[in-house]
């Protein structure tokens, strides 16, 4: 069992940034991708950057270099910039044990409760 602790979300005006942070504890030992995810009011939940367990770092088409993701050992950490409305979201954090992308399809093994973040015009 893995267990994910996110932490950083709030409320913020356009244009704003927030740092996001991932803690990570249970199975640890091994390789593992860590990625962020979201999901909105009635919407299915949605990847936004992720490293794999090999270290590589992927981003969703919509990031467009506003954010930037980073791992060290068994955290994890998002920093948002120039946020939009349209980037609010409970951003789940997320752990797989898997093949290096499977997740990107079919979603991670272990989820965080996640940390909602809301960006005003």
């Known amino acids: 069992q893995v267990y994910l602790v996110e932490s950083g979300g709030g409320l913020v005006q356009a244009g704003a940034s927030l740092r996001l942070s991932c803690a990570a504890s249970?199975?640890?030992?091994?390789?593992?991708?860590m990625g962020w995810f979201r999901q909105a009011s009635g919407k299915e939940r949605e990847f936004v950057a992720a490293v794999s367990n090999k270290g590589n770092i992927r981003y969703a088409d919509f990031v467009k270099g506003r954010f930037t993701v980073s791992r060290a050992e068994n955290t994890l950490a998002l920093q948002m910039k120039s946020l939009e409305p349209e980037d609010t979201a409970t951003y789940y954090c997320g752990a797989d044990f898997r093949d290096e992308y499977t997740w990107l399809e079919y979603g991670m093994d272990y989820w965080g409760k996640g940390t909602l973040v809301t960006v005003s015009s």
């Open positions: 249970g199975r640890t030992g091994s390789a593992y991708a």
